[in-house]
């Protein structure tokens, strides 16, 4: 199940297909390195990462397939290397769609005195702490 191709074609009886504006299509599934292994009466939407084996279930039509598979298995070799730094336009993207995911960006909480960072890349949060949210 190693080529985004053969996961794909494992969606054919995607309970989510029709869902409106739903963000965990087929082609995110399998782009996430995920294929489709249901297990009926109540598990139809189990897939596994064909690189980690890690196995999610219940997926809602806002779930992001990239976010749920790094936050639930941040070490995957697999999406690892899809954000590779050397490859900054798939770094950027993985970002954005972790960014997307939550009502609030959350990064990195740090101190308010911090050495000195390019312009844009930090912004003060709406926290009572004063804590500055680096993205």
Partial sequence: ????????????????AATPNCKCTPKAMAEAGFYLAPVPPKAIDRVICHSCGIELVDW???????????????????????????????????QQLILSS???????LVEQNLPEVQSGSYAPS??????????
């Fill in 102 to 108: 939550v009502s609030e960006p959350i990064a990195c």
């Fill in 60 to 94: 809602i039509p806002s779930d992001i397939p990239s976010v749920e598979h790094l936050r639930f298995s941040p070490d995957c070799k697999f999406m690892n290397q899809q954000m590779d730094s050397s490859d900054p336009a798939k770094s950027l993207f993985v």
């Fill in 126 to 135: 709406s926290r009572s702490d004063d804590a500055t949210l680096l993205w």
């Fill in 1 to 16: 199940m190693e080529s985004e191709a053969a996961r794909l074609k494992t969606f054919t009886e995607w309970p989510h």
